[in-house]
């Protein structure tokens, strides 16, 4: 089904009238209508639905920065507390729910085991907050990295820090492109606003079948080779 056309004029430096397609250009609007506001809660949202992704979004902000419409520094702090906000969130559900519940948790989803927690977890342990750090410039992992930085408890202190600095580089890589950029964002983004969502949308499902085969081709093999079956529910 053919996502809604949002259309609204302020983006446009020039006064005109730009439309946007798909979820992407419903949280283009929020941006433009928000101000700074509105940059800070499209990370925030990134965090809990990350077929948004900011590589999309924020270089909106520096473009807006680049025509006067927005504060730079201000964009940049507001998305840098979206990112850190979202994080907490998620490593407090980490903490909350503490190791034997997030294995459990594991156990149980299908074509997942407890395997898979065992290696993040001796991950984790080995690199800790740089794990942190650069997990918050990877996409779809820097929505994550903080689960398992709850479920070991890790000082909350420094991974505010690990995790602010990182949304921090990340943030101004983006924005200051799209200010770097200037007008040439603005067409880019109202041509391929529709096909970027859906690009978005067909990456995550091509990743989601691809992992699910996988998945089962490697039980296959198990079952195949004698191998006892990991307890996944798959």
């Given at each position: 089904?053919?996502?809604?056309?949002?259309?609204?004029?302020?983006?446009?430096?020039?006064?005109?009238?730009?439309?946007?397609?798909?979820?992407?250009?419903?949280?283009?609007?929020?941006?433009?209508?928000?101000?700074?506001?509105?940059?800070?809660?499209?990370?925030?949202?990134e965090n809990f639905f990350p077929p948004i992704p900011s590589e999309a979004i924020l270089?909106?902000?520096?473009?807006?920065?680049?025509?006067g419409r927005m504060n730079f520094w201000v964009?940049?702090?507001?998305?840098?507390?979206?990112?850190?906000?979202g994080a907490w969130v998620w490593y407090g559900l980490g903490a909350a729910l503490g190791r034997?519940?997030?294995?459990?948790?594991?156990?149980?989803?299908?074509?997942?085991?407890?395997?898979?927690?065992?290696?993040?977890?001796?991950?984790f342990g080995r690199w800790g907050g740089t794990a942190v750090l650069l997990g918050r410039c990877v996409p779809i992992v820097r929505s994550f990295i903080s689960v398992p930085a709850g479920v070991e408890r890790m000082s909350l202190v420094?991974?505010?820090?690990?995790?602010?600095?990182?949304?921090?580089?990340?943030?101004?890589?983006?924005?200051?492109?799209?200010f770097a950029f200037g007008p040439?964002?603005?067409?880019?983004?109202?041509?391929?606003?529709?096909?970027?969502?859906?690009?978005?949308?067909?990456?995550?499902?091509?990743?989601?079948?691809w992992f699910v085969i996988a998945r089962l081709r490697r039980n296959a093999r198990r079952r195949r080779e004698g191998e006892p079956q990991a307890p996944a529910g798959a």
């Open positions: 089904m053919r996502m809604p056309v949002i259309s609204h004029a302020p983006m446009s430096a020039s006064g005109g009238s730009a439309e946007y397609e798909g979820f992407i250009g419903w949280v283009l609007s929020l941006i433009d209508t928000m101000g700074e506001v509105g940059v800070g809660l499209a990370v925030l949202i270089p909106a902000a520096g473009f807006l920065s680049y025509a964009a940049l702090i507001a998305a840098t507390l979206g990112s850190l906000i034997n519940r997030t294995r459990w948790i594991f156990e149980k989803m299908p074509l997942v085991d407890a395997e898979d927690f065992d290696k993040a977890e001796t991950f420094m991974f505010t820090l690990y995790t602010a600095l990182g949304s921090l580089v990340w943030n101004a890589i983006w924005i200051g492109l799209g040439a964002i603005e067409p880019a983004l109202e041509q391929w606003s529709g096909v970027l969502s859906k690009l978005v949308v067909g990456l995550i499902l091509a990743l989601l079948a």
